[in-house]
Nanobody, 120 residues
């Protein structure tokens, strides 16, 4: 079993910054893709940013140029640096990791979610 623990959410004024972190622990052989998703009230969960094991990144158009995703393979962590935050960034943010627990077993795991609130 694998656990993902997120930290770093909170309340910030528009234009401010926050950094989210997510750490994986448990039965880990290798972690492939890592990503951050968010879900605002009344909306579907959407991809914010993703990063492959090789470091290639992908961002939602709405956050390009403002958010940066990074990972530390040695520590099994993924971070999301969020700058120039806007009220529309308000949501619960979830980290996700595609984890190989053994050479033949792969599963997607999710964190518990962390609230990000941006005031205008």
């Amino acid at each position: 079993q694998v656990q993902l623990v997120e930290s770093g959410g909170g309340l910030v004024q528009a234009g401010g910054s926050l950094r989210l972190s997510c750490a994986a622990s448990g039965s880990i052989f290798r972690i492939n893709a890592m990503g951050w998703y968010r879900q605002a009230p009344g909306k579907q969960r959407e991809l914010v940013a993703a990063i492959t094991s090789g470091g290639s990144t992908n961002y939602a158009d709405s956050v390009k140029g403002r958010f940066t995703i990074s990972r530390d393979n040695a520590k099994n962590t993924v971070d999301l640096q969020m700058n120039s935050l806007k009220p529309e960034d308000t949501a619960v943010y979830y980290c996700s990791m595609t984890v190989q627990s053994t050479r033949y077993t792969t599963r997607v795991y999710w964190g518990q979610g962390t609230q990000v609130t941006v005031s205008s």
